[in-house]
């Protein structure tokens, strides 16, 4: 079965590893400030998943009370329609506010976000690594509050042990994304 049939195009392979556990060499950033970490990123690079389909992609983080932050993740699509999804994120453990969890779907089990380092007026990065038993899926996203891209930060996320070769640029121009602005 293949996930265009199933009505999820492709530009580039799910990043699966066939291993048991996700296995992480960098750690979280130290002293995360969410509050700070608010407001609207712009999709870099990403590792290839079967869910982000456009370009332009956009994160905008607000709070939604003292311990949760919603996000709203938008794209233009292909056909030149935007396309969005809203989700919470709330920090697993408050003595390790970096490490996030996100919820797309209300009452489904969370997933890892974990930021590995971000400055919060230039760059974020982003890690995400889920166990299905036999295997397990790699997410990564190069965040910018420009758009602009920012490949030295590669090495941060190659240190990690993240696959900086299976990264993927968005198109972030300006005049391609225009429709994202309305």
């Known amino acids: ?6 009505g999820f195009p492709m530009k580039a392979g799910q990043v699966i590893s066939l291993t048991l556990l996700c296995v992480v060499a960098a750690s979280a950033q130290e002293n995360f400030d969410a509050a700070r970490y608010l ?3 712009f999709n870099i690079q990403k590792l290839p998943d079967v869910f982000q389909k456009g370009e332009c992609s956009t994160a905008t983080y607000s709070l939604k009370s003292p311990e949760v932050v919603g996000v709203l993740n938008r794209e233009l699509l292909a056909d030149g329609t935007i396309n969005s999804i809203t ?21 489904s089990p969370p997933v890892p976000y974990w930021v590995l380092s971000t400055d919060y007026d230039n760059h974020g990065l982003v890690y995400s690594c889920t166990d299905y038993g036999l295997f397990h899926v790699d997410f990564a996203w190069i965040m910018s509050r420009k758009q602009e891209t920012i490949v030295e930060l590669q090495s941060i996320l190659a240190s990690a042990g993240v696959s900086v070769d299976k990264l993927l640029a968005t198109n972030q121009y300006e005049a391609y994304c225009s429709a994202m602005s309305q």
Do not use: C, Q, R, Y
Not at 87 to 107: G, H, Q, R, T, Y
């Open 87 to 107: 989700a919470s994120v709330k920090a697993k453990d408050p003595s390790e506010p970096a490490k996030l969890e996100v919820s797309f779907i209300e009452n």
């Open 39 to 41: 407001g609207t990123w």
């Open 1 to 6: 079965i293949s996930f265009e049939s199933k």
